[in-house]
């Protein structure tokens, strides 16, 4: 079975600095797909960034990249510039299944990332 | 482009009580998870309905139960409610992998 590992309950940044929240993952499968999720305290999951197990290059989408180790079985996070905005759980998902529908998602426990101004 | 509701989003049940659970799929999406969020931990997958048939389920007994009608919208429904159901539910929908998650519908059970 799939498993996700989120080492740090919680970390604190100072506003403007780079931060790094950490992902191990552990899948027999070959084909994988790996997310991060914000979750604010309203609830709503919100989509950062998506890394597929075959993609060669590291994914970044604005301030957010992911530090994809494949040998290390890591995925972590990196917030560039951080912002007051950005305290919130985060949530690393790997993507289990295959094919259209048969998909799920397991999660790691989450980070609870709080930004100091 | 209407994203994913969820309806109520809050709940207050009474332990042995039913409750329905309704999700809004994303337009053009015709897969529809469901996870339960308990407090401080990460979502767990519930089930998931592929073109109004389950496809697939997580470790939930079967009190807990879904539907999938054919606009692709869906229900959870759980029945003789216990303490432990009190949760953050979270509908995801999605067409080719990538889940979009609703608001999630907070339940309380007393």
């Known amino acids: 079975a799939q498993k996700i590992t989120q080492t740090q309950p919680g970390m604190f940044v100072q506003e403007k600095e780079a931060v790094t929240l950490d992902c191990t993952y552990d899948t027999s499968d070959q084909s994988y797909g790996l997310f991060w999720y914000k979750q604010p305290s309203s609830g709503e999951m919100i989509f950062l960034i998506y890394?597929?197990?075959?993609?060669?290059q590291n994914a970044t989408e604005g301030r957010y990249s992911l530090n994809f180790q494949k040998a290390r079985k890591s995925a972590n996070l990196v917030i560039s510039a951080s912002q007051l905005g950005d305290s919130a759980m985060y949530f690393c998902?790997?993507?289990?299944?295959?094919?259209?529908?048969?998909?799920?998602?397991?999660f790691g426990q989450g980070t609870r990332l709080t930004i100091n101004p | 482009e209407t994203g994913v509701t969820q309806s109520p989003t809050h709940l207050i049940k009474t332990r042995g009580q039913q409750v329905t659970l309704r999700c809004s799929s994303q337009s053009g999406h015709n897969t529809v998870s469901w996870y339960q969020q308990a407090l401080g931990q990460g979502p767990q997958f519930i089930f998931q309905?592929?073109?109004?048939?389950?496809?697939g389920r997580g470790n939930f007994p079967p009190r807990f139960s879904g539907l999938q009608f054919p606009n692709y919208s869906s229900e959870l429904n759980v029945n003789a409610l216990e303490l432990d159901d009190s949760a953050l539910y979270l509908c995801a929908s999605s067409f080719d992998g990538e889940q979009y998650f609703g608001p999630g519908t907070r339940l309380t059970v007393t």
């Open positions: 890394q597929g197990s075959y993609d060669e």
């Open positions: 998902a790997m993507r289990e299944g295959q094919g259209q529908g048969a998909q799920k998602l397991v």
């Open positions: 309905y592929y073109r109004e048939e389950e496809n």
